[in-house]
Structure formats: C-alpha cells, structure tokens
C-alpha cells in the first residue's frame, strides 16, 4: 500500500519528517525533527540537538510525506502498538 494522506495512520512513521502543530504542553508545540521511535503513547522526535519524547494523545503532528505532501493528523489517531496500527488484516479503525 502506497504512502498517502489518507493511508498515514496505517504506516510506519519511523524516518519521516515530522513537526508538532498543536499541543496541550505549549512546550511541545513547534518541536521538529525525524521521528526515530515509537511507543504505544509517544513519539521520539529528533532534532538538531536532542530527541524530545512527544505524547501523541494530546498533540497534533505534520507529517512531510517524501512525495512533498505535508499532512496533519490527530495523535489521538496514531495511539496504539505500532505493529498493531499497521496490521493489514483485522479489525482497525483506520481501514
């Protein structure tokens, strides 16, 4: 399955690029980088000096597709186990 806006929520979102939008910490709003891991509830975002740990239920994120699309999504959306959010067969609120 091709890497799309509407297909985001169901990929691996390791190596892309990634900004926080929105936030209920202003602290976290405006943080910027790649995003090198991800749990359950958080996401490692690593930036030019350091790597901030972002949680997702209360954040939205712009994710830089490599096609050159930006896409805006709700962290509510992405919590759950990696491997279980990418799962292709199943039940899964993203299909």
Known sequence: MP???ATLPR???VGLDCEV???SSADAVGISGTVVAETTQTLAIEGADRVWHV???TATFAFALPAGETVRVEG???VARPA???ENTGDSQWR
């Open 3 to 5: 890497l799309t806006p």
């Open 11 to 13: 990929h691996e979102l």
């Open 21 to 23: 939008v929105a936030a």
């Open 55 to 57: 949680p997702k239920d």
């Open 76 to 78: 509510e959306r992405l």
């Open 84 to 86: 279980r959010r990418t």
